[in-house]
């Protein structure tokens, strides 16, 4: 049996809003981890019930668990994520964590053991997620994950393939996503991670179902599936707004690691509201496409009318 000494050392990111009912289950299992010497950083994103003095207590009965606090402003689930992130120790990996989901024991572990040992290059792993009741019945209807064969940089840039609770990065991976935290509206933390490490370093993918993904009473009924995600999408539409536009933040910040072919689009991207030609350009580009018809229709309704 591995020792202390010799385990990996993962430092679990969570943000927590209102979070009282369910986040002791959680840290459990995330403490429960097979093969891993776990931390874990709550960052608070100003919750208005008594979620922090529950954690407080949690630490107080585990002292054992390593569990480090942040109360901070309300700033939002994906900035306060990242902001967790930012002010996390070192660690050899990191990983996020819902509030309300339960892990599996292996799921580090899994997710680490399918990374390359290189540590200068920016890995991620992420795995798939078994929809439950808050028994943890299995539901009928369960999410489609895309594999990185599936996957093209111009993809990455309009479709989170990684939810946050399934995503495990290396250190490498961690100094790249906190270099800065672009100011777009509407950006989840994961879409930013997985673009970042797609396009500069190496994602990896664990076909197993590794954590618990609860569909609570209070939930939308049907989250997560086909029809709400439609949903959501027309709503964000209607509302002229396509998808987050992270093109200028990879520009300026990131221009040393990109490939001349991809910054030549990025300028594209950054640029078609004010240049017809790159406009155009983008909305009869045939590999500049989400998944589905709906979802590429309104991503090219929103280059049409500069909603993107």
Known sequence: MET?????TVIVVISTYNGA???ERQLDSIFEQNGV???VVVRDDCSKDNTVDIIQKYV???PQNRIKIIKGKN????????????MCEDAEYYAFADQDDIWKPNKLICCINAMQKEEKVPQLTYCRMQRSDIKLNRLEEQI?????EQLTKKLTLIKTYNYGAAT???KSAKELVCRIWPEVDDLPHDMWVGTLCYWFGKVYYVDEELYYWIRYDTSVTGEGTKKTAIQYRLKKTLKKKSYPNISRALLENYSELLEEKDRAFLKKVSNYKADWKDKILLLFDPTFKRVT???TLALKLGILLNWY
Do not use: C, Q, T, Y
């Not at 700033?75 to 930012?86: E, Q, R, T």
């Open 21 to 23: 009912l369910h986040i």
């Open 4 to 8: 202390d000494k010799n385990m990996k």
């Open 144 to 148: 489609e994950v895309l594999k990185p």
């Open 168 to 170: 495990v990065i290396n």
């Open 75 to 86: 700033v939002g689930f994906a900035k306060s994520f990242w902001l967790g992130l930012s």
């Open 60 to 62: 107080e009965n585990h």
């Open 37 to 39: 010497d776990v931390r």
């Open 293 to 295: 018809l709906i979802g």
